[in-house]
Nanobody, 125 residues
């Protein structure tokens, strides 16, 4: 049974940092592309960053994430991370971890087969 469980969200002040974690189980992480998406209130879900399977090993970032967010993965521990720094109020959203077998890293939600339940990030003073 495939599971993805996000954690690490919370309230942070503008300019602060957070590290989101995604614990995966039920599949071989190294064979999957993983990604982070987010959905702000009243907005559509949007891609944040992706990391392709080990044989490819590339990462991709949305423009708003470049230079501020870093995706990483530990296949041995079945974990995916999103380090976020210099957070802005517009980063406030529910952040989701997603996985796609093989995959190309494209940041389009309908490409991904498995999703976590999300973790809420609020950036506010």
């Amino acid at each position: 049974q495939v599971q993805l469980v996000e954690s690490g969200g919370g309230l942070v002040q503008p300019g602060g940092s957070l590290r989101l974690s995604c614990a995966t189980s039920g599949f071989t992480l190294s064979h999957y592309t993983v990604a982070w998406f987010r959905q702000a209130p009243g907005k559509e879900r949007e891609g944040v960053s992706s990391s392709t399977r080990s044989s490819d090993g590339s990462t991709r970032y949305a423009d708003f994430a470049k230079g501020r967010f870093t995706i990483s993965r530990d296949n041995a521990k079945n974990m995916v991370y999103l380090q976020m720094k210099n957070l802005k109020p517009e980063d406030t959203a529910v952040y989701y971890c997603a996985a796609e077998v093989l995959g190309s890293g494209v940041l389009e939600a309908d490409h991904y087969d498995y999703w976590g339940q999300g973790t809420r990030v609020t950036v506010s003073s």
